[in-house]
């Protein structure tokens, strides 16, 4: 049953990672901003829902379904890297850092900023 839940979860993680990613592409051009969002989306709310759960008495598949396989599927950082060096590779090293660094900075406030509000639910 645990293999399902997190199949279940990274399956609907990865949708939404797509069309998210397909929405921001469609509505500003091609870009890396969708991965960008989700990498700082996921940031924030898996912060939130490990603070909730932490505090909890859900029981370990909720944890699998939401925290393994959801978010585990729809934060994208290997995505990040890879389109970071394309960005490198293709001579826009300033863009490509900004993209890495952003993403690690605004990625770590938005976990904190996360914390926080589960920590006041």
Not at 19 to 37: E, H, K, Q, S
Not at 73 to 87: H, K, M, N, P, R
Request: glycine share 12%; hydrophobic share 55%.
């Amino acid at each position: 049953m645990h293999w399902i839940l997190v199949a279940v979860g990274g399956a609907l993680g990865a949708l939404s990672r797509y069309a998210i990613d397909r929405a921001v592409n469609a509505y500003i051009g091609p870009t890396v901003l969708g991965i960008f969002l989700i990498n700082i989306t996921g940031s924030f709310l898996l912060g939130v829902f490990a603070t909730a759960y932490d505090a909890s008495e859900w029981p370990a598949s909720t944890r699998l379904l939401i925290a393994v396989g959801f978010f585990g599927s729809y934060t994208t950082f290997s995505t990040l890297t890879v389109a970071s060096i394309q960005l490198a590779d293709g001579g826009d090293l300033a863009r490509a850092a900004l993209n890495i660094l952003g993403s690690i900075a605004v990625g770590l406030a938005a976990a904190f900023a996360g914390i926080l509000v589960g920590r006041a639910l």
